[in-house]
């Protein structure tokens, strides 16, 4: 059952679920940052251990519904431990303050003036859950900008690497893989 205030699985979502599932070993351990309604960690959840994050509570209750084990906080705020897999499809479409919305369904949009505020935050947390020789894989637009967000993940010390790319209605969808 969608829920209007949950980010609703679209092309970028099915994208990085194969992303993922080509990523994922038997074993690992998995953590979804922003993991919406929940289809992906509960598509790995067969193969690996996962937990899933998310700062909406009607994304929290959807994944719940799931049976997947899910904390609300922003990024990984409050998680202890490391993981292998480190999964995010953030908020990545520029958004003007004009444009910003007062509701829930905002916080799986609103990217920021260039699409890329979101991504930043997250690049300042990753380090402290990824597990030594971990992998990240995020999920970008080429509105975001997609050699821009390749620096950020360069200059935040990891290597980006292009896994996996789409092209829907005009858009570049890509998953960048970085460890």
């Known amino acids: ?36 309604s929940g289809i992906i960690s509960h598509s790995l959840s067969e193969r690996a251990g996962v937990l899933a994050t998310d700062i ?18 922003d990024f990984g705020g409050g998680i202890c ?23 829930w369904l905002e916080c799986a949009l609103d990217g920021g003036p260039d699409g890329r505020a979101v991504i930043t935050r997250f690049l300042t947390v990753v380090r402290r859950l990824l597990a030594p020789c971990g992998r ?25 690497e292009l896994f996996m790319e789409e092209m829907v209605e005009g858009e570049f969808l890509t998953v960048i893989r970085f460890s």
């Not at 829920?3 to 679209?10: D, G, I, N, T, W």
């Not at 194969?18 to 690992?28: L, M, P, Q, V």
């Not at 909406?56 to 906080?73: D, F």
């Open 136 to 160: 990240v894989l995020l999920l970008v637009s080429s509105l975001t900008g997609i050699p821009e967000v390749c620096t950020l993940i360069k200059e935040a010390g990891f290597s980006p």
């Open 81 to 103: 431990g490391r993981f292998d897999l480190i999964l995010f499809n953030p908020p990545y479409l520029p958004t003007t303050p004009e444009e910003r919305l007062d509701d």
């Open 56 to 73: 909406n509570p009607h994304a929290v209750r959807a994944a719940r519904q799931l049976g997947i084990e899910v904390v609300r906080t």
């Open 1 to 36: 059952m969608t829920q209007p205030e949950v980010y609703a699985p679209a092309e970028d979502t099915w994208l990085l679920l194969r992303a993922a599932t080509k990523e994922c070993h038997d074993g690992d351990r998995v953590l979804e940052v922003g993991c919406g």
